[in-house]
């Protein structure tokens, strides 16, 4: 067995990530750290360590219980890991959830069922108006003609 074991290639292979292309594009952007440090992708990782990957709004923290490159099923997963996040994290995280769907800025995403029917109520008022304003002007009595 091995001693030690590439960070980026430890991540991908407990799950954490989803190819090692990404784990290893976070580890480059410095969204892991051990001890407090930015680590590079070919950091070694030895049992015991404690790995914290930031995926925005939430820093998760793992320890390394055993060494493997290779992927593990999700139920292998506890064996090599373990997850040590406070639960402070993931009360960042649910309140992000909540607030994703109140705060989304204008003009990102889709339009609500909400923002499309004010929209067609906006448009039918302004063709009403249209067409009352038409029928105005060509009631002055003058002919074009």
């Not at 407990?14 to 969204?31: H, S």
């Not at 001890?35 to 709004?57: Q, T």
């Amino acid at each position: 067995m091995k001693e030690e074991v590439r960070v980026d290639k430890y991540l991908w292979a407990m799950r954490v990530f989803k190819t090692r292309t990404i784990a290893t594009d976070a580890v480059k952007k410095g969204r892991v750290m051990m001890g407090g440090v930015a680590v590079k992708p070919s950091r070694g990782v030895k049992i015991g360590d404690i790995i914290e990957v930031k995926k925005p709004p939430v820093t998760y923290s793992f320890r390394v219980k055993a060494l493997t490159e290779n992927r593990l099923g999700a139920k292998l997963v506890p064996d090599y890991v373990e997850n040590i996040t406070p639960q402070s994290q993931y009360d960042i995280l649910e309140m992000a959830k909540i607030a994703g769907f109140v705060d989304r800025r204008k003009g990102l995403g889709r339009p609500t069922k909400r923002d499309g029917r004010m929209l067609n109520r906006f448009k039918e008022e302004s063709l009403e108006e249209f067409y009352l304003d038409w029928e105005d002007d060509d009631d002055d009595g003058e002919d074009i003609d």
